[in-house]
C-alpha cells in the first residue's frame, strides 16, 4: 500500500484500527490529513486525545459525558421513574433523536454473550440493580438488541426484577414501518402476528 | 449527533473532514477511538502529527517520502531514461502496484482546470522541464486521468516538450479489461475503436 513511506504506512494502519474502515479508506483518510494544515493537523490530534481523555461513563447512568453527569442526568425536567436499558449510547443517541421518551436511561456497555465470554458481571447489570435501591422507579423498558444476545439480556434482567416489583416492558416487536412486508423475515412476521393490535 | 459530549463532538467533525468520511462514519470512527486504551490513542494522535511533519514531496520527482528522496528516485535499478508523468501519488502506488514500470516518475499534484483556477503554474509542471534540461530523458509518458482536466494537462504538457525532441506517449485508452462493452460508455468504445490493434 503506502509500505515504502513509513510515517504514511503508520498513519494507515491506525485509520484502519478503527471500526468499519478497510485499507483503501485508510489510505485515503492518511492522504487527507497530509492535505491539513500543520495547525489542522495538531487539532485533530488534539481531538483524538481531549476526547479519550475528558469522555467518561456518566456514574448514575453510563451514558457517557464529557461533564459530571451526562446531558440526560443533568435535565431535571426528565422522568427520573422510567428507565430505558440499552447495550450501547448509540442506540441511547437513536432514541434520543426520536424526541419522545422523557426517561432516564441505563447504558449496559455491552449484552450477555457467554459464547464470547461476556457473562452478566460484565456489564453494568449491577449498577442498574443499584439505582432501583430506592424505590423512586416504576417502570423498566428493556431496550437491548433484537437478537440472541439481546434478548438474553432481557430476559436476564427482566428475571432480576420482577421480584422488585417494578413494571418491566421490552420494546415492541414488528415489521418496520416503510418496510415492505413481502422481504420481511419469518422471525420478525411472526412476532408482528403475535403483537397484533386491534383497530 | 453527539452535539450534547461537547469534546466527542469535536472529534467527529474532525473525523468528517476527511475526504468521504460523512456524518455517521465519523461518529462510528470516534466511537471506536473511545474504545481505545490511553497509550493506543496517544500513537494514534503521534501518527497524525508525525505523518504531518515528516512527509515532504521528493525534490526530484514531487512524489511523497520521508527521507531525503522517494523510494523511486533512491532505487538505482530504475531506468531514468523514461519519466510517467501522473496528477497524483495515488497513480504512482496504483502504477507501482503492476511491478511492470521500471522508470521514474513526475507527480504534477493536480491537474489543469481554468474554471477551479488551477493553471499550469499551480501544479509542478515546472519542476518537470527541469528535469529535462540534461538531456538524459528520452521518453515521457503522460498518465494523467482520462477525464477533462487530465486531458488538458497532457495536452499542455504535450505541447511543452515537442520542441525539447523528447518522445512524448500517452497511456493507450479503450475498453477496460474484464468488462462488459455493452456497459462502456460511447467516448471509451471510440476511443477503442480508433486505437484497435492488428493480431
Redesign the interface.
Known amino acids: ?2 509500505d ?5 504506512q ?2 494507515c ?2 485509520f484502519a ?5 478497510g485499507r483503501k ?1 485508510a ?8 492535505e ?1 494544515t ?1 495547525e ?16 467518561h461513563p456518566c456514574p448514575v447512568c453510563q451514558n ?3 461533564q459530571e453527569l ?2 440526560v442526568c443533568r435535565d431535571e425536567t426528565r422522568d427520573r421513574s422510567v428507565i430505558c436499558v440499552v447495550e450501547d ?2 442506540v441511547l ?1 437513536a432514541i434520543e433523536k426520536v424526541r419522545e421518551y422523557r426517561g432516564m436511561y441505563h447504558v449496559l456497555h455491552g449484552a450477555i454473550s457467554p459464547v464470547s465470554g461476556i457473562t452478566p458481571d460484565k456489564i453494568r447489570i449491577a449498577e442498574l440493580l443499584e439505582r432501583l435501591k430506592d424505590d423512586s422507579v416504576r417502570e423498566v423498558i428493556i431496550a437491548t438488541d433484537p437478537d440472541i444476545e439481546g434478548e438474553a439480556t432481557a430476559m436476564y434482567i427482566a428475571k432480576l426484577l420482577k421480584p422488585l416489583g417494578i413494571r418491566v416492558s421490552r420494546l415492541a416487536y414488528g415489521v418496520p414501518v416503510g418496510g415492505d412486508l413481502e422481504y420481511a423475515d419469518e422471525v420478525t412476521l411472526s412476532r408482528a402476528l403475535d403483537g397484533r393490535r386491534e383497530f
Chains 1, 2 share one sequence.
Open positions: 500500500m503506502a515504502y513511506i513509513e510515517s504514511l503508520v498513519l494502519e491506525q484500527r478503527l471500526q468499519g474502515v479508506s489510505l485515503r483518510m492518511a492522504f487527507s490529513v497530509l491539513f500543520d489542522e493537523a495538531e487539532r485533530f490530534a488534539q481531538a483524538i486525545l481531549d476526547a479519550k481523555r475528558k469522555i457517557l459525558t464529557d451526562c446531558h449510547v448509540r443517541m
